[in-house]
């Protein structure tokens, strides 16, 4: 590896800075981003995927990790110039890709080794980044090291009847397990943004104990949760609807009580209704 400047250095010599439209906020706290880097595992056999590298803060211990190979994905083309810099400074395969990370397809770009996906997300398109990876098929990454707002990332974790349980947790459920591993305060940030954040760490599930119909489970839980104070009975009418049924089909053949209210329902008794309403959909 050759020695790189200090990154507020580089930031300063690229005359760069922070883009509120695309919600950009830069880690420049050395600590935090070699813990993040660090829950990748190990990846001497994969793919590594960095979206939204920004100056390169993150990158410089994810390129530590020596993975087989490397890819950035940015859609700024003003950090180009700063992140080839910093891969021309490691000895790891290392490529820049410029474009909207939403419409990249990363398992034409891993060439189909395994991947594992870090990224300090960028907070406009975290979400949806998120609910692409976990419906891509084939589903080739097999860790995922993310970080969200903290009340996003709380969305994800959270159990049956908490407040913050909702369609987000139900959804990653289907597909992985997920985990906070560190929170970050905003103060880490240049500029600091006004919430804090948290790193969540996702695994797939064995093959065979995930729910595939993620566009259906989609529907149910956003009737179901669209009017979270109201019984499933009423609030499933909109998904019912798209069915050409009714709720009370639907809450039936999947054992759940029509009176219940959603955040009372585990991701199980979503599948269930999500399996009912394909079933009356056809």
């Known amino acids: 590896m050759t020695e790189l400047p200090p990154l507020r250095e580089m930031i300063a010599d690229h005359g760069l800075r922070a883009d509120k439209s695309f919600g950009q906020h830069f880690l420049l706290d050395l600590n935090l981003t070699a813990k993040i880097a660090s829950l990748c595992g190990d990846v001497s056999d ?20 020596s993975p087989k190979q490397m890819i950035a994905i940015e859609m700024d083309a003003r950090f180009i110039p700063a992140l080839v810099a910093t891969g021309d400074a490691f000895n790891t395969p290392f490529e820049i890709v410029e474009g909207d990370a939403l419409k990249v397809d990363e398992a034409a770009l891993a060439g189909g080794k395994p991947c594992v996906i870090a990224s300090n997300l960028p907070y406009n398109v975290g979400t949806a980044l998120l609910i692409k990876w976990l419906k891509a098929e084939p589903l080739i990454w097999r860790r995922l090291v993310l970080m969200f707002q903290k009340e996003v990332a709380e969305r994800m974790v959270a159990p049956t009847g908490s407040k913050a349980y909702g369609r987000l947790a139900i959804l990653t459920a289907a597909v992985a397990s997920a985990r906070i591993a560190l929170k970050a305060p905003a103060r880490a940030f240049t500029p600091p943004p006004k919430v804090d954040s948290a790193v969540v760490v996702f695994e797939p599930l064995p093959e065979n104990r995930r729910f595939a119909d993620l566009a259906a489970l989609e529907v149910i839980t956003e009737s179901a949760f669209g009017q979270r104070r109201k019984t499933l009975r009423k609030s499933l009418g ?42 009356a959909k056809g």
């Not at 994969?46 to 990790?65: F, H, M, N, S």
């Not at 089909?249 to 054992?255: E, R, S």
């Not at 955040?263 to 008794?269: F, L, M, Q, S, W």
């Open 238 to 279: 909109m998904a019912a609807g798209k069915a050409s049924t009714s709720s009370e089909v639907l809450l039936t053949a999947a054992g759940i009580d029509p009176g219940a209210r959603a955040e009372t329902i585990a991701p199980d008794g979503f599948f269930a209704l999500a399996r009912a309403w394909r079933a």
């Open 46 to 65: 994969a793919a590594l995927i960095e979206v939204g590298p920004g100056p390169g803060g993150l990158t410089r211990p994810l390129l530590a990790l």
